[in-house]
């Protein structure tokens, strides 16, 4: 578990890294602080949007890159892996009530992310916004779980070959750099 929190944050951080590193080529240096900041703000903006939208951004990599595929790439490559009518609504099943628990789950995590902004805006007591955050760091937990399930049973629905078939398309030949086992 701890390997797959510290794989996230890097993954979001190389992500940020990457953003701002372009930002500053481009930027003068009088300005690179503002086009750190930008870039940093532009990634969170596309975090939110994405969980408001009910996807991943990332959330499942852990998953996805250990086999464990995500129904939403699944049913992008349903020609691909030649599933069944019953596996392809299985699949659409599965990821329309996993969209529907991100969806809730997000709103909860962004209303909450916001509620710690405004307790610190009002200055509020340490222990107060020390609660705060740790309802915000659970909430995104529970919205990170929420992918993850969906991978686990996602992996339920497929055969070894059409696994296989899928590790490939994914990660191997895919146009990802690194391979899943």
């Known amino acids: 578990m701890r390997k797959a929190r510290a794989a996230v944050v890097l993954l979001a951080f190389g992500m940020w ?12 240096s009088a300005g690179r602080a503002s086009a750190t900041q930008g ?9 939110r949007a994405a969980i408001e939208r009910g996807e991943g951004f990332g959330m499942a990599l852990a998953a996805d890159r250990a086999g464990y595929p995500g129904p ?19 699949v659409e099943k599965l990821f329309a009530e996993m969209k529907a628990k991100a ?9 909450a ?15 107060e916004l020390r609660e705060e955050s740790y309802r915000v ?5 529970e919205l ?13 629905l497929l055969t070894a070959e059409q696994l296989m078939t899928y590790r490939h398309l994914r990660w191997v030949g895919g146009g990802h750099t690194h391979s899943a086992p």
């Open 103 to 111: 969806i809730a789950r997000g709103k909860e995590f962004l209303a």
């Open 72 to 90: 939403k790439h699944i049913l992008e490559l349903k020609e691909q892996l030649k599933l069944t009518a019953e596996q392809q609504a299985a």
């Open 17 to 28: 890294a990457a953003g701002v590193i372009g930002a500053q080529e481009h930027a003068p």
């Open 144 to 156: 990170r779980w929420v992918h993850l399930a969906a991978h686990l049973e996602a992996k339920k």
């Open 113 to 127: 992310e916001e509620q710690l902004e405004k307790f610190f805006a009002e200055g509020k007591p340490e222990a």
């Open 39 to 47: 870039a940093h703000h532009e990634f969170l903006q596309q975090e």
């Open 137 to 141: 760091a659970t909430l995104r937990a």
